[in-house]
């Protein structure tokens, strides 16, 4: 098993930052990718950045690449999600997720269905 706990959200206004956590417990070998997603009311889940925890590679949305840098603290056991430049399209509840790979499916960035632990979300919310 798996226990993820985000925390860092907040309200900033456009072009601020923000600094994500996710604190990880339970079984490492379930933690080889670790990615964040979002969802926005009314809109579905999409995959934001994911790092592999084992090699060091990091992938990233079209949307976000530049902006939001993934990284981890091995010590701590949590992964962090820098969000900068941030825009009101942005605004959603976060989510960070563990599961198998960091994998396009055509132009989609990440599937939820390869992720199968689950935080309970921080909201994020950026005002224009």
């Known amino acids: 098993q798996v226990q993820l706990v985000e925390s860092g959200g907040g309200s900033v206004q456009a072009g601020g930052s923000l600094r994500l956590s996710c604190a990880a417990s339970g079984s490492t070998g379930r933690r080889n990718y670790m990615a964040w997603f979002r969802q926005a009311p009314g809109k579905g889940r999409e995959g934001v950045a994911c790092a592999d925890t084992g090699g060091g590679n990091t992938y990233y949305a079209d949307s976000v690449k530049g902006r939001f840098t993934i990284s981890q603290d091995n010590a701590k056991n949590t992964v962090y999600l820098q969000m900068n430049s941030l825009k009101p399209e942005d605004t959603a509840m976060y989510y960070c997720?563990?599961?198998?790979?960091?994998?396009?499916?055509?132009?989609?960035?990440?599937?939820?269905?390869?992720?199968?632990?689950w935080g309970q979300g921080t909201q994020v919310t950026v005002s224009s």
């Open positions: 997720a563990a599961g198998v790979s960091c994998s396009w499916y055509g132009r989609v960035f990440l599937h939820p269905t390869d992720f199968g632990y």
